[in-house]
């Protein structure tokens, strides 16, 4: 009978210590490989469908500049309609704001010059008696007379 030795139990253990230590490799191996290849079908899962997604997000930029572009041009042409009627503005009211004021003032003038002609005339029943402002105080008919009396 052939004894074993303490160099042949030793080299015994290392040799199951190294077939446990590469089952455990093959078994963590086989694992990494499968979650890669899990991976590799989800990236390209995502891949397909970010393609179309990423083409109609870039549709919609192109749609949302050319509605920005359309936005622009409205704006300037609402700009230039804005000066345009300022100075027009401006422009009528130095034509005819002079003018019209002098004409105003004639015909209050003119007015005034009539009314007080029709002062010494009596006036009707139906009538209200006049008020003269003067420097934003009213004074009623019946103290202005008084003082004209006076």
């Known amino acids: 009978m052939h004894t074993v030795s303490g160099g042949e139990v030793a080299g015994?253990?290392?040799a199951v210590f190294w077939a446990i230590l590469v089952s455990f490799l093959a078994v963590a191996l086989a694992r990494?490989?499968?979650t890669l290849r899990a991976t590799t079908k989800l990236v390209a899962d995502v891949t397909d469908q970010?393609?179309?997604l990423l083409s109609d997000a870039s549709s919609a930029v192109r749609?949302?500049?050319t509605q920005i572009d359309r936005v622009d041009a409205i704006a300037s042409d609402v700009?230039?309609?804005t000066s345009n009627a300022s100075a027009l503005s401006t422009?009528?009211?130095s034509t005819f704001g002079g003018p019209l004021v002098k004409?105003?003032?004639?015909?209050?003038?003119v007015r005034r010059a009539l009314g007080g002609r029709k002062e010494d005339v009596p006036a009707g029943p139906?009538?209200?008696?006049?008020?003269t402002v003067i420097v934003g105080r009213t004074i009623p008919a019946s103290r202005r007379t008084k003082r004209k009396k006076d």
Request: hydrophobic share 50%; no cysteine.
């Open 103 to 109: 004409v105003a003032a004639f015909g209050y003038g």
């Open 91 to 93: 422009t009528v009211a």
């Open 12 to 14: 015994i253990l290392v």
């Open 63 to 65: 749609s949302a500049q």
């Open 126 to 131: 139906a009538k209200e008696p006049r008020r």
């Open 32 to 34: 990494l490989a499968q």
């Open 79 to 81: 700009q230039e309609v």
């Open 50 to 52: 970010a393609v179309p």
